[in-house]
Every structure is written in structure tokens, then in C-alpha cells.
């Protein structure tokens, strides 16, 4: 598991990282076009491995499943330097993960998330069948 304080000095350099890249992009001067692109105070973007965006609390950086997630996804695809984060899961799962850290999850399906996560392979070029079959495991278990 991530140490809190490294994870949010990774969080802190992606955030930097993405901040360079907006300066350099020009952005159309409409407030609604501009407000898609840049996520809003308090949360962060990723993406999933079906290029699904989704916004995130900054506060969800202190569970242990988001740290997981990241180290994960650094694993994967390394540190995004010319594009945002992607989370090795699809968005299914990602919105199942979302919906049990916004409420209060339970301790031990909390350990069953971070066995889960460890064990089963969510790469992009294995094989997505054994990536759906955890999450289905998962999802049909709790």
C-alpha cells in the first residue's frame, strides 16, 4: 500500500503536470467549454481503460482502494506525462468502487476490494474477460 504523504506528492505532481499542459493549450473563451475540460475545485479527473472521464474528490485520496487504484495504474501505464491519469478497470467498476467509497463501505468489503484489485489482472492487454469475471465476482458477492 501507498504511504498518504507519497501519494499526495504524486497527486501534487500530476497536478502540476497538468497544469503546464493547460497553459500551453489555448481554450475557447465560453465558460461551458472551458468547465468540461478542467475539473472543479476539490476534485481531480481520471479516465478509464474505456475512455470514461470521471471526477474525483480530492478527499477519496486518503482510501486505501484509490491509493491501490493509482499505484496500479502507475504500474500499468506509468506516470502520465503528456495526458491524464488512466485507472486500470473499466467504468462499471470504477462507478461500483465510486459508489462504495462516497458511502460508508465496510471494513472487510473494503480488504475483499483490496484483494480483489491485487490478485485480478485489469490490464489492458490481458485478457478482459478475466478482468470482468473479478469484477462480477466482486459485485454479485457483496
Request: proline share 4%; aromatic share 10%.
Amino acid at each position: 500500500m501507498i504511504n498518504s504523504k507519497r501519494l499526495i506528492r504524486m497527486a501534487r505532481k500530476w497536478l502540476r503536470m497538468a497544469a503546464m499542459r493547460r497553459r500551453r493549450i489555448s481554450f475557447p473563451r465560453s465558460g461551458a467549454a472551458q468547465s468540461s475540460l478542467v475539473a472543479s475545485k476539490g476534485h481531480f479527473v481520471v479516465y478509464t481503460t474505456d475512455k470514461l472521464r470521471f471526477t474525483v474528490p480530492l478527499e477519496y485520496l486518503s482510501t486505501s482502494v484509490f491509493s491501490e487504484l493509482l499505484r496500479l495504474s502507475e504500474e500499468e501505464f506509468g506516470l502520465p506525462s503528456d495526458g491524464p491519469i488512466t485507472l486500470p478497470c473499466d467504468s462499471a467498476f470504477f462507478n461500483y468502487i465510486m459508489s462504495l467509497v462516497k458511502g460508508c463501505m465496510p471494513e472487510d468489503l473494503e480488504k475483499a476490494l483490496l484483494t480483489l484489485l491485487s490478485t485480478c489482472n485489469f490490464s489492458a492487454s490481458s485478457s478482459l474477460a478475466l478482468g470482468q469475471s473479478c469484477q462480477q465476482t466482486l459485485i454479485c458477492s457483496y
